[in-house]
């Protein structure tokens, strides 16, 4: 089987894995469409609002991926094609089953926070402990996500890194402190599209590389093989860093987050039945998986080996240029 089938066979396994370990995840949670939502039960115009399923989805998707299925993916396949098995595996029977029963644990818990299920059940040092970690974390994930885009934005526009990251962390702050139908509601769901646009280029491109020849002139597209690399088991990092466990850290969005954990609660926010848990909380972890999913095989595509990534990373070109110059190709 060559590179292009295992690309295929695995963004079908990913699919495939929503329709059926997510039917034995709901089987063991068992959703109740007849029960109130806090969404229905604590409405108050700010946080707790019904909105339609597509809009939280989307804002769901968002929350939990931003650059990091990205990201973590590019850098992840330095360790060799093995990241792609982690991805497939990992989104199915961690990503997905962890996301989807901390958003419900949240809705059936009037979509209290992190923090505050963990005191429910472990105890008030438990909750304060848990409070502390989600701060910090939430503090390094906010730079991340406030830094990458910035490094992407800047070169395109000719704005400067530092003017950029002041304008998102604007915009987290008014996202942060109006009703979340006002920003989050209206903003969020257009950011999301535009990053499965984005995904689903690259995704073409990647589909018709082995017919370039026979396509138009105008189309352009690189003539490379798919996955010319499928070493699955044995890795591969250029500075032979440990296969376990840094590249399951390295792809965590994508794979198994628990910072998922934390965003979570604000869609049990705006629910509007129990049964539209799996499409949001499970699809979006599965559409993170499958976004993860494509940026890793098209890195390993595009520079043809985990070495010739780590070469060009290692001369300066950080990730939002290698990711730059993957999506230009």
């Known amino acids: 089987m060559n590179g292009y089938c295992y690309f295929i066979l695995g963004i079908l396994a990913l699919a495939a894995g929503y329709f059926t370990y997510g039917r034995v995840l709901e089987r063991i949670f068992r959703p109740d469409a007849s029960r109130q939502t806090p969404a229905v039960a604590c409405t108050d115009g700010v946080d707790y609002v019904v909105m339609p399923r597509w809009r939280v989805f989307l804002i769901q998707l968002l929350n939990i991926a931003g650059l990091g299925p990205i990201f973590g993916a590019v850098m992840g396949v330095l360790y060799g094609p093995a990241a792609l098995l982690w991805i497939v595996f990992g989104c199915i029977l961690g990503g997905m089953a962890h996301d989807y029963f901390s958003g419900m644990i949240s809705l059936r818990h009037k979509g209290e926070n992190l923090p505050e299920i963990l005191g429910r059940y472990l105890g008030g040092q438990a909750q304060w402990i848990s409070r502390a970690v989600c701060i910090v974390f939430s503090v390094l994930v906010g730079v991340v996500f406030a830094v990458g885009p910035a490094a992407i934005l800047s070169p395109m526009t000719g704005w400067s890194v530092s003017a950029w990251v002041w304008i998102i962390f604007g915009y987290y702050f008014l996202a942060?402190?109006?009703?979340?139908?006002?920003?989050?509601?209206?903003?969020?769901?257009?950011?999301?599209?535009?990053?499965?646009?984005?995904?689903?280029?690259?995704?073409?491109?990647?589909?018709?590389?082995?017919?370039?020849?026979?396509?138009?002139?105008?189309?352009h597209l690189p003539r490379m093989e798919v996955l010319p690399d499928t070493d699955f088991f044995h890795n591969r990092h250029p500075a032979d860093f440990p296969l376990f466990p840094v590249m399951f850290i390295t792809i965590a969005c994508g794979a198994v987050s628990g910072f998922h954990a934390t965003q979570s609660p604000l869609m049990a926010r705006c629910l509007k039945t129990e049964r539209e848990g799996l499409p949001v909380f499970g699809g979006a972890m599965i559409t993170e998986g499958i976004i993860a999913f494509i940026w890793a095989a098209a890195a390993l595509t595009f520079y043809g080996s985990p070495e010739a990534l780590g070469a060009a990373t290692a001369n300066g070109k950080a990730p939002a240029l290698a990711i730059q110059t993957i999506s230009e190709s």
């Open 176 to 219: 942060t402190i109006l009703p979340i139908q006002a920003i989050m509601g209206k903003v969020y769901p257009l950011f999301s599209v535009a990053l499965i646009i984005m995904v689903m280029g690259i995704l073409g491109v990647m589909l018709l590389m082995p017919f370039a020849d026979s396509l138009p002139a105008w189309m």
